[in-house]
């Protein structure tokens, strides 16, 4: 987009308050983005933290209710605040695994209740059987990991 021409005036007092007003209008769109970018990172912020309650509250839920509790986080939800992990265990043979949520193919504004029947055991699925997976909880990171360290 070509700069906006503001035509010159002829007398002196004139073309002094133009570039006043045009050096005042330059300095305000700094001011107003830099407070742009403060309510864009406080609402971030904000966002994140209601995201990480929803988190909580459903995992809350779940051990208190049990059974996949609707309704749960999106996907993006939980990765946002930062629970990118699944733990879900096998209704068959008990075992217990953590998925990936930012790894799954499925849709971010996916509900991660919807993912209960979506998600196989992969123990009993290469014994031939495919049962369905119990949710137990969002993590904010994988047991694997805690096991190691």
């Given at each position: 987009?070509?700069?906006?021409?503001?035509?010159?005036?002829?007398?002196?007092?004139?073309?002094?308050?133009?570039?006043?007003?045009?050096?005042?209008?330059?300095?305000?769109?700094?001011?107003?983005?830099e407070?742009?970018?403060?309510?864009?990172?406080?609402?971030?912020?904000?966002?994140?933290?209601?995201?990480?309650?929803?988190?909580?509250?459903?995992?809350?839920?779940?051990?208190?209710?049990?059974?996949?509790?609707?309704?749960?986080?999106?996907?993006?939800?939980?990765?946002?605040?930062?629970?990118?992990?699944?733990?879900?265990?096998?209704?068959?043979?008990?075992?217990?695994?953590?998925?990936?949520?930012?790894?799954?193919?499925h849709?971010?504004?996916?509900?991660?209740?919807?993912?209960?029947?979506?998600?196989?055991?992969?123990?009993?699925?290469?014994?031939?059987?495919?049962?369905?997976?119990?949710?137990?909880?969002?993590?904010?990171?994988?047991?694997?990991?805690?096991?190691?360290?």
């Amino acid at each position: 987009m070509a700069p906006k021409h503001h035509p010159t005036p002829l007398s002196g007092g004139d073309r002094k308050a133009l570039s006043k007003e045009l050096g005042r209008a330059r300095a305000m769109t700094t001011i107003l983005i830099e407070q742009s970018a403060e309510a864009r990172a406080k609402g971030e912020a904000l966002i994140r933290q209601a995201d990480k309650l929803l988190c909580e509250s459903w995992n809350e839920r779940m051990w208190a209710d049990g059974g996949p509790i609707d309704p749960s986080p999106t996907v993006d939800q939980a990765i946002n605040a930062a629970y990118a992990w699944l733990e879900i265990e096998c209704s068959r043979c008990k075992t217990r695994r953590d998925v990936d949520l930012a790894a799954l193919r499925h849709p971010p504004t996916t509900f991660v209740h919807d993912l209960a029947s979506r998600l196989r055991c992969s123990k009993c699925t290469n014994a031939g059987r495919r049962p369905s997976v119990n949710l137990l909880q969002l993590a904010s990171r994988s047991r694997q990991a805690v096991t190691e360290t």
